[in-house]
């Protein structure tokens, strides 16, 4: 109230500079109670009109964050009161797992499934150099250099040189070179291999001269014909079948050196 006070007695000063020296020694009429509470109504009315127009000033922002305080604070009461519905947590752990997957692939890359591409030499094909894919292969024509195939390769034709791949059939092949399969090896009737040959399995119906070592089972067919010795966990011989080598279960589960190790020591 003191603000208002002494804004009052400032306009009032004002006022009586401004009226003439004869209009201000006239005498003003009294005025009853009634007519003096309305003037000082609205110039209190006028003050306020005029406060507002002026620069923001300190009563101003106190207004102005009694004013806004009670609305930041229905905001937030509001933003406590939202429900967490649970196709939100549903929404969260999908996110979770399509980071996992994102992670996993960048840090931890699958191996690209390759058996749909199947690449094929024909018979009227020679390749004078190595030949490499990362698909399968079935090779008719020529190859003089090495080969290497990540899936299955299918050999039909002539390769001179050195065959590795995932798993191996041959059926009527030349091969000179040795073969490696990380899987299971077929070597058909009519094939003709010189070089050792390596696999988790095989069966043979074919001719190899070179030692044979697999760490699984071995099958010789009645056609078969070995010239090299043999190594395996199992061996199975068909009636016909020509070894010219030792055959040695030397990844059998029983030793027979130490079998007769303990019968050696009793004596």
């Given at each position: ?254 030793s027979p050196t130490s079998f007769?190790?303990v019968f050696g020591d009793a004596?």
């Amino acid at each position: 109230m003191g603000f208002f006070q002494d804004l009052k007695s400032d306009l009032s000063t004002a006022v009586n500079d401004l009226i003439p020296e004869e209009e201000a020694t006239e005498k003003e009429p009294e005025k009853s109670a009634e007519e003096l509470e309305q003037e000082e109504e609205e110039l209190k009315a006028a003050l306020s009109a005029a406060i507002d127009k002026l620069p923001d000033s300190d009563e101003k922002e106190e207004k102005k964050s009694l004013e806004s305080g009670p609305q930041r604070q229905d905001k937030k009461e509001t933003k406590e009161k939202e429900v967490y519905k649970p196709e939100d947590a549903q929404e969260d752990e999908k996110e979770k797992e399509d980071k996992k997957e994102k992670y996993k692939r960048l840090n931890h890359p699958e191996k690209e499934d390759i058996s749909g591409n199947m690449n094929m030499l024909t018979e009227d094909v020679v390749i004078n150099g190595s030949f490499t894919t990362k698909g399968s292969a079935k090779i008719y024509g020529t190859i003089n250099g090495d080969v290497e195939v990540d899936g299955k390769l299918n050999a039909y034709g002539t390769i001179n040189g050195n065959s590795i791949a995932g798993d191996i059939y041959t059926d009527s092949a030349k091969i000179n070179g040795e073969v490696h399969s990380m899987g299971s090896v077929r070597i058909g009737k009519g094939t003709v291999i010189i070089g050792n040959v390596f696999a988790t399995s095989a069966v043979i119906s074919g001719a190899v001269k070179g030692d044979i070592d697999v760490n699984g089972e071995v099958v010789l067919e009645s056609s078969a014909i070995i010239m090299g010795d043999i190594k395996s966990k199992t061996v199975q011989i068909s009636n016909g079948a020509v070894i010219e080598g030792r055959c040695s279960q030397c990844y059998a589960e029983v030793s027979p050196t130490s079998f007769f190790d303990v019968f050696g020591d009793a004596e």
